[in-house]
């Protein structure tokens, strides 16, 4: 199977940065994209940064200017810089990947971490 370790979620006042790093190991062949999406209480999961193999990155509305993806496709890991955090960025942040796997080298699933907690307050 995939796993996603997500970590560098944390408390942190607003104005401050966090750095989040998602590591994937296991039965990968070949990874696509790679992404962050968030979840607050009471709201939906929404996108907020995805970086695709080959492509451009693409980035929330709320975070655009703020938040910075980036990939080691050598280490198979995903970061997330987060500057200028905000009380309304509170969340937990997933980290996503499309993967295909040896047992089918040719499909892509999605696979998701666990999530890290990252809250903005002072």
């Known amino acids: 199977q995939v796993q996603l370790v997500e970590s560098g979620g944390g408390l942190v006042q607003p104005g401050g940065s966090l750095r989040l790093s998602c590591a994937a190991s296991?039965?990968?062949?070949?990874?696509?994209?790679m992404g962050w999406y968030r979840q607050a209480p009471g709201k939906q999961r929404e996108l907020v940064a995805s970086?695709?193999?080959?492509?451009?990155?693409t980035y929330a509305d709320s975070v655009k200017g703020r938040f910075t993806i980036s990939r080691d496709h050598p280490k198979k890991t995903v970061y997330l810089q987060m500057n200028s955090l905000q009380p309304e960025d509170t969340a937990v942040y997933y980290c996503?990947?499309?993967?295909?796997?040896?047992?089918?080298?040719?499909?892509?699933?999605?696979?998701w971490g666990q999530g890290t907690q990252v809250t903005v307050s002072s």
């Open positions: 296991g039965r990968i062949f070949r990874i696509n994209r």
């Open positions: 970086s695709p193999s080959g492509g451009t990155t």
């Open positions: 996503n990947a499309e993967v295909s796997t040896y047992t089918l080298t040719t499909m892509y699933n999605n696979y």
